[in-house]
Nanobody
Framework: QVRLVESGGGLVQPGGSLRLSCAAH????????MSWYRQAPGKGRELVAR????????NYANSVKGRFTISRDNAKNTMYLQMNSLKPDDTAVYLC??????????WGQGTQVTVSS
């Protein structure tokens, strides 16, 4: 069954770090643009970061620039999000997305990130 599975979320204190992973099953991510989104309670889904197929180009939301780093390992069929200097405003469910040519889009179920002292 085609699916994306996120992991690595949890509870962290402000200023701390987490590394999220997104593993693809039953399809190969190498031809897909990969993205991380997040959704906080009562808010809409927000694009956090995106990475092109080869990993050569990345884009970030202004709110996370300089703190988050998106990467991918096509050989491991996995994408990552390194999150540093976390703030309470980063608290959300983080979801990964795989998109191909605006035609095919797969979503994971999400992983909860909570930043609190």
């Amino acid at each position: 069954q085609v699916r994306l599975v996120e992991s690595g979320g949890g509870l962290v204190q402000p200023g701390g770090s987490l590394r999220l992973s997104c593993a693809a099953h039953e399809f190969t991510i190498s031809n897909f643009f990969m993205s991380w989104y997040r959704q906080a309670p009562g808010k809409g889904r927000e694009l956090v970061a995106r990475i092109t197929t080869s990993g050569g180009t990345t884009n970030y939301a202004n709110s996370v620039k300089g703190r988050f780093t998106i990467s991918r390992d096509n050989a491991k069929n996995t994408m990552y999000l390194q999150m540093n200097s976390l703030k309470p405003d980063d608290t959300a469910v983080y979801l990964c997305n795989a998109e191909w040519s605006g035609v095919t889009s797969y979503w994971g179920q999400g992983t909860q990130v909570t930043v609190s002292s």
